[in-house]
Nanobody
Framework: QVQLVESGGGLVQPGGSLRLSCAAS????????MGWYRQAPGKQRELVVS???????NYADSVKGRFTISRDSAKNTVYLQMNSLKPEDTAVYYC????????????WGQGTQVTVSS
């Protein structure tokens, strides 16, 4: 059973930083890709950043230069470093993992709230 557990959300002032963590119950290189999505109230879930098992990243334009994805295979954990946070970054952030075998499997964490406000 694959589990993804996010942590690190909270309340931060504009311009501040947070680091989110996503701990997987299996080795992160078991997946073809992992990433972070977010969903603000009244909006659709959107991709923030993804990283393939080969290390190729894809950032949303709105976070380029401010957010960085990284991973630690020894800890089975993927991180999202968020700098220069803006109020519009306020959302629930979800960790995602994709496994492509005979079928494609998408796994999701429970989400962690990030609120950017003064």
């Amino acid at each position: 059973q694959v589990q993804l557990v996010e942590s690190g959300g909270g309340l931060v002032q504009p311009g501040g930083s947070l680091r989110l963590s996503c701990a997987a119950s299996v080795g992160i290189f078991s997946f073809n890709a992992m990433g972070w999505y977010r969903q603000a109230p009244g909006k659709q879930r959107e991709l923030v950043v993804s990283i393939t098992d080969g290390g190729r990243t894809n950032y949303a334009d709105s976070v380029k230069g401010r957010f960085t994805i990284s991973r630690d295979s020894a800890k089975n954990t993927v991180y999202l470093q968020m700098n220069s946070l803006k109020p519009e970054d306020t959302a629930v952030y979800y960790c995602n993992a994709v496994l492509r075998a005979k079928n494609t499997y998408n796994y999701w964490g429970q989400g962690t709230q990030v609120t950017v406000s003064s």
